[in-house]
């Protein structure tokens, strides 16, 4: 295991205390009140790479909620950390720098049965190396494949209701389905959004949660800012109304029910959506400017905090500490 660069810290106090004040003015409620009473820390350490060029920078989180764990990928060497909701100091659990391939990592999530689905974004743009990879709970590489386009960006992922794992495309409008099947795990495109959704310079097809109904998967287009809609049975696109919402530089995407909080990296906005049941369209709640300091990439849900990922994204070289900052969900 890789030494921390952060191990020399003072002490979590201060840290958490700064997480607590970025909330107190993002008005979401306060890291400190969403663990108090019941001991789990604020924030979350993340381990730190020495040898990573540009310093760590960590953008996917996972969420266990069966066994209170959490998972968080590192874009500069594709390494996978590990935390639990009871811990203030996460690990590494699967190295990079060519581990199964892995170079660098993106969106990651987990099924029902524990198993851990990991988006490469570039990894395997161009090469022979795998695009994504799924593992068991218990670290086993179950799969490492590639993907029919060789020019792919896979981004973040999400469970469908059929259990099979939906990867978004960045450099396409494509979606690509993960399932293991009778002659093992396969990777096929699932659907083509190109009939409504024009390819853009930079980051395109991003983050990705299901409806309340279970009956669309809601993808984010950062480029343009608008939200897309996929139907679970027949792949069909058709755009989202958001109400006139500013979603620039929309990246991960998180869902409670028909609330959908939209984390606009760069942009250091946190959007709050109200979707109807089917996502056909949204209503705009608030937007609401997240810490100055920080640029947040995704959050997933555990326990009913938000965690949040802080990828230090704007920094040429990232210095630590790393961390993975807890609110509340906004409503």
Request: hydrophobic content about 35%.
């Amino acid at each position: 295991m890789r030494t921390s660069r952060i191990a020399a810290l003072a002490g979590l106090a201060g840290i958490a205390a700064s997480a607590t004040l970025s909330f107190t003015a993002l008005g979401m409620g306060t890291a400190a009140s969403a663990a108090e009473g019941d001991g789990r820390p604020a924030s979350y350490l993340l381990e730190g790479d020495p040898s990573a060029q540009g310093g760590s920078k960590f953008e996917g989180i996972g969420v266990d909620p069966e066994s209170g764990r959490f998972y968080v990928s590192e874009v500069t060497g594709g390494e996978i950390q590990r935390g639990s909701a009871d811990r203030a100091q996460a690990e590494e659990w699967l190295a990079g720098d060519g581990t199964d391939g892995r170079y660098t990592a993106r969106g990651i999530t987990v099924d029902d049965e524990g198993r851990i689905y990991i988006a490469g974004g570039p990894n395997g743009t161009g090469n022979d190396r795998p695009d994504l990879w799924v593992y068991s709970p218990e670290g086993e590489l179950l799969a490492a494949l590639r993907v029919p386009d060789n020019n792919a960006f896979l981004n973040d992922v999400a469970i469908g209701p059929d259990g099979a794992a939906y990867f978004t495309n960045s450099n396409d409008p494509t979606i690509i389905r993960v399932a293991e099947g009778a002659s093992g795990w396969e990777a096929n495109e699932w659907a083509d959004g190109g009939s409504l959704i024009t390819r853009q310079e930079g980051f395109n097809l991003g983050g990705i949660v299901l409806s309340q109904d279970r009956s669309a998967f809601v993808v984010a287009q950062g480029t343009t800012g608008q939200l897309w809609r996929f139907s679970v049975a027949t792949g069909e696109v058709s755009e989202i109304d958001t109400d006139g919402a500013n979603l620039r530089n929309a990246d991960g995407l998180i869902a409670q029910g028909r609330d959908l909080a939209v984390v606009r990296n760069f942009d250091k906005q946190l959007v709050h959506l109200e979707l109807n049941p089917s996502a056909t369209s949204a209503e705009l709640v608030s937007s609401r400017a997240t810490d100055p300091d920080r640029v947040f990439t995704t959050g997933k849900l555990l326990d009913g905090r938000l965690l949040l990922v802080d990828s230090h994204f704007d920094e040429q070289t990232a210095q630590g500490p790393y961390e993975i900052v807890t609110a509340r969900m906004p409503r």
